[in-house]
């Protein structure tokens, strides 16, 4: 059964950094490529990062590059997003999420399996 089970999320002062971590769980993690995602009430999820399964290759959505950064840990089977120099535009729930196949994608629709969500709350 996969499961993933994000944590990290919590109330932060704008240009603080956060970084969220997934943990997967009942499947080869190596094998697939991972995402996160966020969702504010009222409007669709949001593609953040994605990386392949290797590590090798990310994409990045619409945030600032500069500021979040995707990585993984193989070996661990945890997926992390680094979020700097945070922004009260940046408060939103979190979500990690398991690609269809080995290749990054930025589309929800490729993604099969999400966790609960960790709430991302940034203060002025």
């Known amino acids: 059964q996969v499961q993933l089970v994000e944590s990290g999320g919590g109330l932060v002062q704008a240009g603080g950094s956060l970084r969220l971590s997934c943990e997967a769980r009942g499947f080869t993690f190596s094998s697939y490529s991972m995402g996160w995602f966020r969702q504010v009430p009222g409007k669709e999820r949001e593609f953040v990062a994605g990386?392949?399964?290797?590590?090798?290759?990310?994409s990045y959505g619409n945030v600032d590059k500069g500021r979040v950064t995707i990585s993984r840990d193989n070996a661990n089977n945890m997926v992390y997003l680094q979020i700097d120099s945070l922004k009260p535009e940046d408060t939103a729930v979190y979500y990690c999420?398991?690609?269809?196949?080995?290749?990054?994608?930025?589309?929800?629709?490729?993604?099969?399996?999400w966790g609960q969500g960790t709430q991302v709350t940034v203060s002025s």
């Open positions: 990386i392949s399964w290797s590590g090798t290759m990310t």
């Open positions: 999420g398991r690609c269809r196949g080995p290749y990054v994608s930025k589309s929800i629709r490729d993604y099969d399996d």
